[in-house]
């Protein structure tokens, strides 16, 4: 659970965000403002949602199966 759930964390979270942040790159199937002054959106509701989601789920279960320190860990390394 730990691996599966890091990997679609890093994959659909932190690599999207660092891709914006070091190129500006922003998915073609991420509707934008029409108005340029607002910011740019990185992430769908709906993505943001699963993200969240995901994390709440897997750092709020008892143990074993609370991974809210090796969560934490891999984050910190990753950014």
């Known amino acids: 659970p730990l691996e599966v759930g890091w990997t679609c964390l890093k994959e659909g979270g932190i ?15 991420i509707k934008q403002h029409e108005d340029p002054a607002k910011p ?3 992430f769908s509701m709906e ?12 750092c709020s279960q008892r143990q074993p199966n609370n991974f809210s320190e090796p969560l934490y860990k891999r984050y910190g390394e990753a950014i």
Not at 15 to 29: M, Q, S
Not at 47 to 58: F, P, R
């Open 15 to 29: 690599d999207v965000l660092e891709a914006f942040l070091d190129h500006g790159t922003i998915r073609d199937t």
């Open 47 to 58: 993505e943001y949602s699963i993200l969240y989601t995901k994390v709440y789920n897997m």
């Open 40 to 42: 740019r959106k990185v």
